[in-house]
């Protein structure tokens, strides 16, 4: 049972039942009011219950469908159940291995306020016309609202206000509930016989929001039709049920309205969006909370919540079995109101609000209407209201005593009015509050906000003396102590806690959000920073503060945390509104398996088939595939370019940075302006020479093995070969040797095992509170290999230091060139040595890895091959004429490349950067500070959306004649990526390419084995994990000297 604390004249009882057995526990007040019009049968007071069993609840699942002649009638919408939002729970408990949430939210109190019989519409009488008429001149004014801000860069939020802590002494919050009666003053009269409906004109209405006046038959629900879904899959307010025979509402009513009704629907549903979310724009600004679809599914999980607390009842009045109108003020998604009127089924139920976002199939009794309960009530006085119910309107009302006065009047003598409010302050059994300043900073700016919006939050406790006031009798008042988390022995109290938390998680963006920017004038940056911890909340996260261990065992609190993450992910980060799989938006732990299981680019792009061009991969990473999104995260833009994500990018062995790791922009331009000489143009022409001997090598050395019967070669190998031996001799002064020896340097086969290691380095850095035990199951031989490259790499800089070449080189160039800002400080050997080790691995995989693709494409499609020689051995009559300058000019050997690139991207997955400070327009999406955005680039260039015939090898997309390809994407394709971060060789790396290519088609024909056919299908391990890529080679020169090309 639950602490159950009932106050009113006519029954007193108080029990204290706490199962708890633990302290440091916030506790959610729930505050039940109830009023009647005269004086009910004490005998019918109500009691409590402690055999509630929660299935019991009936859901709209239940809800019998009604025939509709020839229509096909849908299945009914089960988005508004609670089955929904446990199978959510259930999901993230499964990936928690169903651990303990962690406890200790506050709460706010739900006040019940009186409980009168609802009245219905009025029918439309002779006095209808004179009911809206008078409607203006006796509409009070409306509370003066602070203008909605510009959003502003500077934001408000940097003012501290002196954060409230409720010690140990603060009483507990409580759901409240107060009863009270009217006086039998007039009888009961039966009302009035409805009139044609051509007696009766309604007048139309602007479309200016400010000028609607809406009297209460305007926007009706229509609760048969299956067709009144709009595109946000909100029902549309449609009033043409005159013809149901089902209805118990007078016939022809929605008839009398429907004009009335068609003016105002389409500015009722051309809803508001602000920061992100969806609002009303009937009375637009009136009311703070917004109502898409996380806070539908927060209001349903609310009313779960609810009946667990009330034993499963639905009110708390003494209602009989006969009442005849029932009346629910700001129903919502109509949850409760649907609810009732299926236990009701001879009742006329009414639910109102500002926004049509009700479900369309309901009971028949239940009728839905958009009208705002502040302005004057134009139901038929001699049609009052049985019950009257309402719950939440904290925050949403500014003059209470005109709403009470009101319920009054349209209450029938004897009826019963009931308020439930959850008040927004929290409470706890000791001094745990003391530890979430915060959560205290929170609640006080949110009341300091409502109040300054003339419509406070705290309303619950005043409502006994509002109801008084309005002539209210027999006001009853209960106070229900709700648990904020799993603390409590008891399983119902432990639900209700668990349930409860989810809700407040969800409700903390939905409160402050709207009030926040309005009335304090922060900006939603200023506003998400304080709600997530930033510079505004020095003591931690707001959310942390939420859901922390408090008085619970210290071993179950990783798990805790863990799922209060899970929750966060789901319910409150800024980043929950983008689409992606549930699992890789809960923990970085999906995304790391498949980058080490290696089918991370597989995965992905399988990823964005599913779910589209922007993609949630991880708690705070977004995945992006269009060209502009790619422009936007690696261009360059004011202020600077996106900076690296640290966590991506692993440190050389001693610890210095290379361009590769700088992670701040003034480093990377530093080191990119003094290397930028080795990679110029003139560079390029001194290196010609050296690059040209090395592939004249390969020509011989393949020459060779054919004579001595190896006609079957792994083409890959010599590509690495080659490549190794280039740039080893552009670095260091000094070859491997590779074509002369035709095997591996151990440097070279260093490099490509320390690549598995590289991934499983990385996928433990996103976890650094605990790398140190994820490095326990990294194989050691693992960790050996990057030392041992790097020990080979500083050799051979110490060498090449040592020695006298004069020759230009990479390092020619580096040493040259190699001042620091500092006049006279030249650059150290610990920086030379990380540089020279990146540019090693660089040019030798990414130039190898590409060649292999480019030869096995074309092996694999004969045509393209054909055209390609035919254009080599038609511009060349020799190899001497193959120069970087001539070979460039190759239209078809560039189309091939660029086609190769696309299919088989020497880095294949992303370089991920993040987002600085204030957020960015990412592809038209506001993304918040500090998100890991990236481009992948296998899935960036399989993606039907950018290309067509994406999975085939089709060079001719890229000569710009053909049709077929005429809406490519070309522009998509960086595979050097762009802007002030783009690679610095680029250029050398193409010329070598087109080099190779050239000699290697000009002397060779080649054709695929077959043992090689599936080469393509490898794992990636940040770089392609290839295999041996068998060919066939036969010489078109056999006679020649082997000796020479």
């Not at 809406?214 to 629900?221: A, R």
């Not at 762009?978 to 190779?996: M, V």
């Not at 080649?1006 to 290839?1026: A, G, I, M």
Request: charged letters at 20%; hydrophobic letters at 35%; a negative charge.
């Amino acid at each position: 049972m639950i602490d159950f604390l009932c106050n009113y004249p006519v029954y007193l009882d108080e029990r204290r039942c706490n199962t708890r057995t633990d302290l440091g526990t916030d506790i959610l007040s729930c505050h039940t009011y109830r009023a009647s019009t005269g004086n009910p049968d004490s005998s019918q007071i109500w009691s409590t219950r402690s055999d509630y069993v929660p299935n019991s609840t009936k859901m709209i699942s239940e809800i019998p469908i009604p025939e509709t002649g020839s229509v096909p009638v849908p299945s009914i919408p089960l988005k508004r159940t609670f089955d929904q939002m446990e199978s959510a729970m259930k999901d993230a408990s499964e990936f928690t291995r169903q651990l303990s949430l962690a406890s200790s939210i506050p709460g706010p109190i739900i006040h019940v306020s009186g409980l009168p019989d609802i009245p219905e519409f009025p029918m439309l009488d002779s006095a209808v016309e004179a009911d809206i008429s008078q409607r203006k001149e006796r509409t009070l004014p409306s509370p003066v609202l602070a203008p909605i801000p510009e959003e502003s860069s500077e934001g408000g939020g940097g003012e501290d206000l002196n954060p409230l802590v409720p010690g140990a002494s603060t009483p507990f919050t409580g759901i409240e509930s107060l009863t009270s009666t009217r006086e039998l003053s007039t009888p009961w009269s039966l009302p009035p016989a409805p009139l044609d409906p051509a007696t009766v004109s309604v007048p139309k209405v602007g479309h200016d929001s400010s000028d609607l006046i809406p009297p209460i038959p305007s926007l009706l629900v229509d609760s048969l039709s299956p067709d009144n879904n709009d595109a946000n899959g909100d029902t549309s307010s449609v009033a043409s049920t005159a013809g149901d025979s089902d209805s118990i509402f007078g016939d022809g009513q929605s008839d009398n309205t429907s004009n009335y009704t068609a003016s105002l629907l389409s500015d009722v549903k051309n809803y508001a969006y602000e920061n992100g979310r969806r609002y009303h724009s009937y009375r637009e600004g009136h009311y703070v909370l917004p109502n898409d679809e996380p806070e539908q599914d927060r209001q349903d999980l609310l009313h779960h919540v609810r009946n667990l607390v009330l034993n499963g009842r639905l009110f708390r009045a003494p209602l009989d079995n006969h009442i005849q109108r029932a009346l629910d003020i700001g129903t919502g998604t109509g949850i409760w109101a649907i609810d009732f009127a299926e236990s009701f089924p001879s009742t006329e139920v009414t639910g109102t609000d500002l926004s049509p976002i009700q479900p369309s199939w309901v009971p028949p009794n239940l009728r839905f209407v958009v009208d705002d309960a502040e302005s004057p009530w134009l139901y038929c006085p001699s049609r009052p209201f049985d019950f009257i119910h309402a719950r939440d309107l904290g925050g949403a009302i500014a003059d209470w005593p005109r709403l009470m006065r009101q319920s009054y009047e349209h209450l029938r003598p004897g009826g019963w009015i009931e308020l439930q409010e959850f008040e927004v302050m929290l409470k706890s059994d000791n001094d745990s509050m003391c530890l979430a300043p915060a959560l205290c900073e929170f609640l006080e700016r949110l009341t300091q906000a409502s109040e300054a919006f003339h419509r406070p939050m705290n309303i619950a406790e005043g409502h006994r003396q509002r109801l008084v006031e309005a002539g209210f009798e027999d006001v009853r008042d209960e106070v229900y102590k709700v648990p904020s988390g799993v603390w409590a022995r008891d399983p119902v109290q432990k639900e209700i806690g668990r349930y409860n938390q989810c809700s407040l998680l969800m409700a903390v963006e939905s409160y402050s959000l709207a009030l926040f920017t309005r009335v304090l004038g922060w900006s939603n940056n200023d506003t998400q920073v304080f709600l997530a911890g930033g510079r505004a909340l020095p003591c931690g996260p707001l959310l942390l503060q939420i859901s922390p261990c408090l008085g619970q065992p210290q071993v179950a609190f990783g798990a805790q945390l863990q799922e209060a993450c899970v929750i966060y992910a789901f319910c409150w980060s800024p980043l929950r509104h983008f689409p992606g799989p549930k699992l890789w938006a809960m923990s970085r732990i999906p995304y790391n398996l498949s980058v080490i299981r290696g089918y991370n680019h597989l995965d992905i792009l399988a990823l964005h088939k599913k779910y589209g061009p922007v993609l949630r991969i991880g708690p705070d990473e977004l995945a992006f595939s269009t060209a502009q999104a790619y422009r936007d995260i690696y261009g360059a833009r004011p202020g600077g370019c996106f900076p690296k994500n640290r966590k991506h990018y692993i440190r050389p062995v001693n610890g210095v940075d290379h361009i590769l790791c700088a992670i701040d922009n003034p480093t990377h331009t530093r080191q990119r302006r003094l290397l930028a000489h080795a990679f110029s143009e003139k560079a390029l022409r001194e290196q010609e020479g050296l690059i040209t001997g090395y592939v004249d090598t390969l020509i011989t050395k393949l020459r060779s093995e054919i004579r001595h019967g190896t006609s079957v070669v792994d083409i890959k190998s010599w590509m690495n070969f080659t490549t190794f031996d280039i740039t080893s001799d552009l670095m260091f002064g000094e070859s491997f040797d590779c074509l002369k020896d035709s095997q591996l340097h151990p440097w070279i086969k260093l490099i490509f095992n320390s690549m598995k290691a590289l991934a499983y380095l990385g996928a433990a850095n996103e976890f650094p509170l605990l790398k140190g035990i994820l490095d326990l199951f990294i194989p050691g031989e693992m960790k050996r290999v990057g030392q041992a490259h790097f020990d080979l790499t500083s050799q051979k800089v110490d060498r090449r230091l040592e020695s006298n070449i004069s020759r230009p080189d990479f390092m020619s160039a580096i040493i040259q060139h190699g001042l620091s800002e500092e006049k006279g400080q030249y650059l150290e050997n610990e920086r030379i040595m990380s540089r020279a080790e990146i540019y090693s691995n660089g040019f030798i995989e990414t130039s190898a890895t590409l060649l292999s693709g480019c030869l096995f494409y074309l092996c694999s499609t004969p045509h393209v091959m054909n055209q390609l020689v035919a254009e080599i051995r038609s511009t060349f009559k020799q190899d001497s004429g193959m120069t970087f300058r001539a070979v460039e000019d190759l239209k078809y050997l560039d189309a091939v490349i660029e086609e190769s690139l696309r299919m088989y991207p020497p880095f294949v997955t992303s370089l991920s950067r993040i987002v600085p400070q204030g957020g960015a327009l990412v592809n038209g999406h506001f993304v918040p500070e500090d998100t890991t955005v990236a481009c992948h680039h296998y899935a960036f260039y399989h993606s039907e959306s950018n290309f067509a015939f994406p999975d085939k090898f089709m060079p001719e997309r890229w000569l710009g004649s053909d049709p077929v390809f005429e809406n490519d994407k070309k522009d998509v394709l960086q595979p050097f990526s762009l802007g002030p971060r783009a690679c610095i060789g680029k250029h050398l790396a193409n010329s070598e390419i087109c080099l190779i290519l050239c000699k290697l088609l000009f002397h060779f024909d080649l054709t695929l084995r077959p043992e090689s056919t599936n080469w393509v299908d490898q794992k990636v391990f940040f770089l392609w994990d290839k295999p041996a890529l068998m060919v066939l080679l036969k010489d078109r020169f056999p006679d020649a000297d082997v000796s020479s090309s």
